[in-house]
């Protein structure tokens, strides 16, 4: 209403940010594919990932972004919340 009325755009509609239906949750083999590719390039330890070849319970977060990494975009935000739940997760794992 307020686009209508204020700013006299009289057909606006709202769209929400949602991935697509066929976005899902990767499957075992896919994920221990990909570290065994990034391991390859060097981007990373494969053992830090995967223990007798299936995801490691203890493994590290890898998080994958939909936007390259430059200036425009502040990570850094993302970052400062890794922490802050790193140590949340490690403080209620010490009780």
């Given at each position: 209403?307020?686009?209508k009325t204020t700013?006299?755009?009289?057909s606006a509609h709202v769209l929400?940010?949602?991935?697509?239906?066929?976005f899902r949750r990767t499957r075992e083999e896919e994920w221990v594919g990909l570290v065994?590719?990034?391991?390859a390039q060097g981007a990373l330890d494969a053992a830090d990932f995967l223990a007798a070849g299936a995801p490691s319970d203890t493994r590290p977060?890898?998080?994958v972004s939909s936007t390259s990494w430059t200036p425009d975009?502040?990570?850094g935000v993302l970052l400062e919340a890794m922490k802050e739940l790193d140590k949340l997760l490690k403080?209620?794992?010490a009780v």
């Open positions: 209403l307020d686009l700013w006299r755009i009289p929400y940010d949602r991935p697509p239906a066929r065994e590719r990034l391991a977060a890898l998080v975009e502040d990570f403080s209620a794992a």
